[in-house]
């Protein structure tokens, strides 16, 4: 149970200090963002747990494939709210649009024989 709390807690913290660096600097805020923090996390609470190199291995490839889709929000996102629709209006939109170029990835990789 305290091994669970532990992962919470621990990655809590990471997303509450990001959003507490960027409010004093969004470039910091943005680098420390951009550093796959969450999904080294997962690699490591999953290594941890499992020792399993080889689900580490096709938990590396999977987050790479899905990471090109995922950037379609951080386009986006920025247009929208430059063309001066509102915030929820904008991130609702934009995470519509992610979820198409999932949808657009996972279906060109099954097409190009890649199993994910």
């Known amino acids: ?3 669970y709390f532990t992962k919470v807690l621990v990655s809590a913290f990471m997303i509450v200090a990001i959003s507490e660096v960027a409010k004093r600097s969004s470039l910091i805020g943005a680098i420390l963002a951009s550093v ?3 999904s080294l996390i ?3 609470w999953l290594y941890h747990e499992t020792g399993d190199t080889a689900k580490i291995s ?3 490839s999977n987050i ?8 379609a929000l ?12 509102g915030f929820y209006w904008s991130l609702s939109i ?6 198409i170029c999932y949808f657009a990835m996972l279906a060109s990789l099954r097409f190009m024989g890649i199993n994910i």
């Open 1 to 3: 149970m305290w091994y």
């Open 36 to 38: 796959p923090m969450i």
């Open 42 to 44: 997962a690699i490591i």
């Open 58 to 60: 096709v938990l590396a």
């Open 64 to 71: 790479f494939w899905l990471v090109i889709p995922s950037l």
């Open 74 to 85: 951080f386009l986006t996102l920025p247009v929208l709210l430059k063309s001066g629709l």
């Open 94 to 99: 934009s995470i519509c649009v992610t979820i």
